[in-house]
């Protein structure tokens, strides 16, 4: 079950090479120091997930999270946390480590940025093409 959606925008300077986390932006530019975040012009942050996904996550559920840039796609799954205040009006960031700040959205998350699949990061790398990022339940027995 999709529980939300983002839209977000590539942009020349993405490389995600980041060995840690994965970045959302609701920011327009990109400078090379970024090189967590897979996409910019971001419909949504922390702060506008729909009530069920933050309940969901609030949980500690683990949750399936699918990129699709035309016809290339990957995913990852991370987990909730019951301190994710996921109120960041401007990012949101899957780490694959424990940390929490207000940007978190998932926490050990199974994936890096540079671990995604090159094929999708170099489809963003044209800042018209866009990146659809779906959040799915992930049940108990392992299927979304």
Known sequence: MVLDRIKAKGHNNILCTHGSTIELTKDRHLTKRGNC??????????????NELKLYIKEGKKVQVI???N????????YGDKNLSLNHQKDIVFRKSDYICNRTGLVRCSKSSRELSRELINNLK???????????RVEENGES
């Open 126 to 136: 044209t800042s018209k093409n866009q990146i659809h990022i779906l959040f799915k």
């Open 71 to 78: 016809q290339y796609r990957d995913s990852f799954y991370g």
């Open 67 to 69: 990129l699709e840039s």
């Open 37 to 50: 975040i897979l996409g910019v012009s971001a419909s949504k942050a922390c702060y506008d997930l729909t």
